[in-house]
């Protein structure tokens, strides 16, 4: 599915979220704008701090085909705030929930082309540098997750000219770009700038 498509459908649905707004609702209203052999949404809960603009959590993965009943698909989950069937979203926040939701896709799209050029074959698994965050740096440094991380940012339609001070990026500019530098930037380089020539690649095809 084209980036284009994907956020269309996206933004058309987010001119809706400010308020105060029905979880479950939001959640019909995402399953009905796409074929659920494709792409479905559900909803979770989460306890903890949240900032006002971000309190909302996607996770999301790509699931192969198991049978008949249950198709290749990608599934997408919302955490909303514990304890609430309502969620106050600013418009700043159904802007990036917007990003977030279509930066899911293009991330789990991206891992179902990558399976479906090489079934069930495994990639080298990344050996994580001293002082590195170990589950992090394992998760992170996996060649497949490299590469849709940096596809990804592709959602995000980040200034090329930004990425030269790609050590500035904040989180709240790009999540990927922000967790690969704190993760491999000083700990492994080569890591570092092969993902940043991902981006930069991915970035360009959009221009």
Same mark, same amino acid.
């Given at each position: 599915m084209q980036l284009q498509k994907i956020e269309k459908k996206i933004y058309a649905l987010s001119e809706n979220w400010v308020g105060k707004k029905h979880v479950p609702s939001m959640i019909r209203s995402l399953n009905k704008a796409f074929q659920r052999n494709i792409v479905c949404f559900s909803s979770e809960r989460f306890e903890g701090e949240y900032?006002?603009?971000?309190?909302?959590?996607?996770?999301?993965?790509?699931?192969?085909?198991?049978?008949?009943?249950?198709?290749?698909?990608?599934?997408i989950a919302l955490h909303f705030p514990v304890g609430k069937k309502k969620v106050t979203i600013t418009k700043e926040g159904a802007k990036?929930?917007?990003? @977030?939701?279509?930066?899911?896709?293009? =991330? $789990?799209?991206?891992?179902?082309?990558?399976? @479906?050029?090489?079934?069930? *074959? *495994?990639?080298? $698994?990344?050996?994580?540098?001293?002082?590195?965050?170990?589950?992090?740096?394992?998760?992170?440094g996996n060649p497949d997750e490299l590469d849709a =991380?940096?596809? $990804?940012?592709?959602?995000?339609? *980040?200034?090329?000219?930004?990425? @030269?001070?790609?050590?500035?990026?904040?989180? @709240?500019?790009? $999540?990927?770009?922000?967790?690969?530098?704190?993760?491999?930037?000083?700990?492994?380089?080569?890591?570092?700038?092969?993902f940043l020539k991902k981006v930069y690649k991915n970035g360009r095809s959009l221009v």
């Open positions: 900032f006002e603009d971000h309190n909302v959590i996607v996770n999301a993965h790509y699931c192969a085909r198991i049978s008949d009943f249950i198709p290749e698909h990608i599934y990036n929930l917007a990003v @977030r939701i279509i930066r899911a896709i293009h =991330h $789990e799209y991206r891992h179902k082309h990558q399976q @479906r050029q090489r079934p069930l *074959l *495994l990639q080298k $698994e990344y050996k994580p540098k001293p002082k590195q965050n170990k589950m992090k740096a394992m998760y992170y =991380h940096a596809y $990804e940012t592709q959602a995000e339609h *980040l200034d090329i000219n930004k990425l @030269r001070r790609a050590h500035k990026i904040s989180w @709240r500019d790009s $999540e990927a770009v922000f967790m690969y530098r704190k993760t491999f930037r000083k700990q492994d380089p080569k890591v570092w700038q092969k």
